[in-house]
């Protein structure tokens, strides 16, 4: 823990500070807006910016990690606690911070378990599909609070608050769009124009609050953020044991999903710096550390962006300092007067909601998945319609349905050799891709992976056709080569296998036993009652059993 | 369908007949027991016992599976409709019915989906677990039965019904532990003797039944089934949509244990025949249908029964008509004059409960598994421990979890090795257990798994670590020799992976790529994008690099 910072280098300073002053300008408005996501008061969500990083800085592993509000989590709280409390009660946002807690804890306790390799869990088409599906519903949730008025045909459009929100979606694409180029032209370098370009939401929310005193649009029914009160919540724990209980569920799912938005982020940029090392284990205790951090300040469930991420790492950030940084100066903004922050109007902050989550629609997963493997484009599109016809919450289940279908599908298919003889030599090679030789009588097979309960009854399977495709076997020598252990269902499924085979008068033989499977099986009671032979090698086998046969001339295979 | 029935040869038939006739006799008591597992009254087992076998005959795949009630899906039943209705009311018989019906349904839709690879789901320890744990809830629950009265300090012992009950739990473990030996020893068969002592329920339930009229014990205060009416009733679907909304997750769980139940089953029988052919997603429909079937004539949840489908086979049954003499047998109970079912006592039905149930209490899977691999039997107990408290449907889901965490970890840890030359020959191995010879610069591995979501991280971690060992690595080889697929997630990491080394001054390069495997990254962007090249053998990119690299002699390794 903090051994960044005993390590600490002078040179690492000018990045960390220049990216804890650009990522502080990106995540005041990004906190706010994602609180609005989650349906909290936006200035929850800079409540949820200060802690949540100091302790990541602490705990977490990754050294450009940027913990904070992040739109899909913001989507799941919502989702979450619609049933149990009304966005704007105070119920809700105690329930907010609850399920932050609970997530944290969860988080911790996954981390304490050290099944951090858990975040193996999603494919990516899936979690592309996931985030696609996200990103349609929480654009869609934010229509309304962009045009001023529900989304209906009965109700006149509102245009002071259209103008305001309309006005800083068509500025902020057009940024995003044409601002870094322009910048670029007139001399800016390219890092310095695209850090520009990503504090335009900035510039845009100021610009906005600044608008609303000067032409009244408060008087025209323009809805603010209205007046926040200065320093930081506590933590309130007095809600009723039912709605803990309805909590569990959510915070699990919203625990798991934080664990994987932020590693394949952390893990995306480790990749670009090379050499750092992500402990997943500890990235569990330090994302758990953060939430429960985020409650204690009365915020909401938070996790690790990949884009704030990415824009700390190309503003300069060495280590976690720079979160540090940002974290401090969330702080100063919240001691500050924040008289001003009662004027910021929400459609302009529906406004870098909207643009801000379809940046996540990216397509090119789905493209390259559709050309390079249809089943995993389906499982893309499945996740994605999974989230926005059943909800969010189904989706994930959606997507942890169809990965754990495809690993079973995959590990239930071994791949399973029949064994020849390269002619006049001691190999032993694959008869469907090697001239090699067999013997009547002798049936030798090699399996390609572990054994164990997902994929004995296929290796059961082949045994089975094999042998019917090679009748007259009167040996059977399961080559183990490639077979690193043997659990308990597949030692079971080979006595019953060995007692099986001794019925129909065949002998089974096991060959090139690793050492650490052979150590196990030493004391087991299927050597005991191995009705064949235990051989160094598939050549020792060959050359005692193939004799032994009645039909004693090899034949040639193709 | 029914090809065996087609293909029937008139030898099948002495033992087919004699197989229907002792699992009828073995089905009647059996039926009525788990019946009053699952909270209904006892016929409503004879009921389940009619269709469901014949539907089976019709559409499964195994020629001696017993397809019926069974105790634990009775238990599921019970636990699922505990919080809809109470037991003993027409309501319980109707959402019963309806579970039946729903389940059904949902092996149905898994069979015309072919997912019936999820049979390798469970590993045996889990399974192990989760029946020893609900054997004891089902030989608890039926305690009270078995004395007449709930179980209670407050309550004054019933005798008549503790003389029943305490006396038919003594013949049945006296019959199981002592009849077979002894008719052995008088000369009779060991099959035959086996056979007879699993009849021993029948012949104590019938004898039991005699004495209630003849001692008048239901004036005593013996509780006994009740009028019995005679036929089938129908399907009743009148119920409120609350309560199929309800029903369909246990459905859900009760249709996936139904499967697993039945198979392991099915698959244990099949071994012992030898040549069986046992097609998951054809079970699937067949236990569907069953299921229907149980529905359609009023009954409850049926899977295959191992220890009725042992006698079954045991008895002589070479094809389903087995069962469909039973079926046509218990059709016939039904039909003939049903008064005497009236009188059964129901403590001496919880005594063959109580003795099936603890037949089920098979330690050895824990003895053998706590000496072979203390994880899997850590698994057993947690899966037993999560039945005990918290439920039998919690119990499926603790097992499921770790079975599937299981799954994960082993998928998340594939074989890496980092190969080296066999000095002077083209032969390529791993240096930890070859003395072979690397060269600076220059770093092969070998990965032996398909490349996917499941375990690309390790890959990549493996990768970074590996380059840390070896400074200086100009090109990293990966040799794809065992990798038979590689996924989306996979394609994405490798083109991650080959800009990341691009940036660090590596040249990524590929070998032994097979066919197939090959074919798909053609079309990618993987291949335009390499900074290296793609070899055809190990050795053609140790000739091609080995001497392009700065400093060029090569070192032995241990």
Redesign the interface.
């Known amino acids: 823990m903090l051994e960044w910072l005993r390590q600490y280098r002078r040179a690492a300073l000018p990045g960390d500070i220049s990216a804890g002053i650009v990522v502080a300008m990106m995540m005041i408005p990004q906190g706010m807006a994602y609180a609005l996501v989650a349906g909290l008061p936006p200035v929850v969500g800079i409540y949820a910016s200060i802690f949540p990083p100091l302790l990541y800085a602490l705990f977490g592993t990754s050294t450009t990690q940027s913990v904070g509000p992040m739109a899909i989590v913001s989507l799941m709280t919502a989702s979450s606690l619609a049933s149990l409390a009304t966005p704007g009660t105070g119920l809700y946002g105690v329930l907010a911070a609850q399920l932050a807690l609970m997530s944290g804890l969860v988080l911790l306790l996954c981390g304490l378990l050290r099944?951090g390799?858990?975040?193996?869990?999603?494919?990516?088409?899936v979690m592309s599909g996931f985030t696609i599906g996200s990103a349609i519903v929480i654009a869609w949730g934010q229509f309304g609070t962009l045009l001023g008025r529900p989304l209906s045909l009965d109700m006149a459009p509102h245009w002071p608050s259209i103008a305001l929100g309309v006005g800083a979606l068509l500025l902020l694409v057009g940024a995003r769009e044409f601002l870094a180029p322009l910048l670029r032209r007139v001399g800016v370098r390219a890092s310095g124009a695209d850090i520009v370009a990503k504090l335009a939401p900035m510039f845009v929310v100021l610009g906005a609050t600044a608008l609303v005193p000067l032409l009244g649009l408060d008087q025209m029914g323009v809805a603010t953020t209205g007046t926040v009160p200065a320093g930081l919540p506590g933590l309130n724990l007095a809600t009723s044991s039912h709605h803990w209980q309805a909590l569990l569920q959510p915070a699990l799912l919203i625990g798991f999903m934080v664990f994987l938005i932020s590693m394949s982020g952390a893990?995306?940029l480790a990749?670009?710096r090379?050499?750092e090392?992500l402990t997943s284990n500890r990235e569990l205790i330090g994302l758990g550390a953060a939430n429960v951090g985020s409650a204690l300040s009365g915020g909401f469930p938070v996790t690790g962006s990949i884009s704030r991420s990415a824009v700390n790492f190309a503003a300069g950030a060495n280590t976690q300092l720079a979160s540090m940084i940002t974290a401090g100066l969330l702080a100063l903004a919240l001691v500050a007067p924040t008289g001003w922050l009662a004027l910021l109007p929400l459609p302009t902050l529906a406004a870098t909601i909207i643009v801000a989550v379809l940046g996540m629609l990216d397509l090119s997963?789905l493209r390259?998945?559709w050309?390079?493997?249809r089943a995993?484009?389906l499982a893309l599109l499945a996740t994605s319609g999974g989230v926005l016809v059943l909800g969010v919450e189904a989706g994930v289940l959606v997507g942890v349905a169809l990965?754990?279908?495809?690993?079973?599908?995959?590990?239930?298919r071994p791949?399973i050799a029949v064994l020849g003889r390269i002619h006049g030599s001691e190999h032993f090679r694959n008869i469907d891709r090697y001239s090699a030789e067999t013997t009547p009588g002798l049936l030798m097979l090699r399996v390609?992976?572990?054994l164990?309960?997902?994929?004995v009854?296929?290796v059961?399977e082949r045994i089975?056709e094999e042998l019917?495709a090679h009748a007259g076997t009167r040996h059977l020598v399961l080559v183990l080569s490639?077979v690193?252990?043997i659990?308990?269902?597949a030692?079971?499924?080979l006595v019953?296998?060995n007692a099986?085979l001794a019925?129909?008068g065949i002998s089974l033989h096991l060959a090139e036993v690793k050492g650490p499977v052979m150590d196990?099986l030493r004391?087991?009671?299927l050597l005991g009652k191995l009705n064949g032979e235990v051989f160094l090698s598939a050549a020792k086998a060959w050359d005692r059993l193939a004799g032994s046969s009645a039909a004693g001339t090899p034949v040639a295979s193709a």
Chains 1, 2 share one sequence.
């Open positions: 099944i390799f858990l975040a193996n869990f999603f494919s990516r088409p893990q995306a990749l670009k090379g050499g090392k997963t390259t998945a050309r390079y493997d995993d484009a990965s754990m279908g495809s690993l079973i599908w995959r590990a239930s791949h390609d992976a572990g164990f309960f997902g994929n009854e296929a059961n089975d019917a490639a690193n252990a659990d308990t269902s030692l079971f499924a019953e296998l099986a019925q129909r196990r004391d087991s009671e």
